[in-house]
Nanobody, 120 residues
Framework: QVQLVESGGGLVQPGGSLRLSCVVS????????MGWYRRAPGKQRELVAR???????HYADSVKDRFTISRDNRKKAVYLQMNSLKPADTADYYC??????????????WGQGTQITVSS
């Protein structure tokens, strides 16, 4: 069984910073691309950032130059450093990982979500 556990959400003032972490646990699995998604109230889930196993990154236009995604393959973890936060960044943030168990097919796994509220 593979599980993704996120941490680091909370309440922050506009212009502030937060760092999200996500650790993948389980046994006999491999991880490919990892990423962060978010769902704001009343909106659909959207990609925030993703990072391949080689470290190639992609960001949503709305977070470029403010957010940085990184990963530690040894720790099976992915991180999202968020700077210059805006009220529009308020959302539930979800960790995502493309996982293969025992060399089988690749499937998307999701964390439980962590809430971020940007407000003064």
């Amino acid at each position: 069984q593979v599980q993704l556990v996120e941490s680091g959400g909370g309440l922050v003032q506009p212009g502030g910073s937060l760092r999200l972490s996500c650790v993948v646990s389980g046994s006999s699995f491999s991880i490919n691309t990892m990423g962060w998604y978010r769902r704001a109230p009343g909106k659909q889930r959207e990609l925030v950032a993703r990072i391949t196993i080689l470290g190639n990154t992609h960001y949503a236009d709305s977070v470029k130059d403010r957010f940085t995604i990184s990963r530690d393959n040894r720790k099976k973890a992915v991180y999202l450093q968020m700077n210059s936060l805006k009220p529009a960044d308020t959302a539930d943030y979800y960790c995502n990982a493309e996982v293969s168990i025992r060399g089988g097919n690749w499937y998307d796994y999701w964390g439980q979500g962590t809430q971020i509220t940007v407000s003064s």
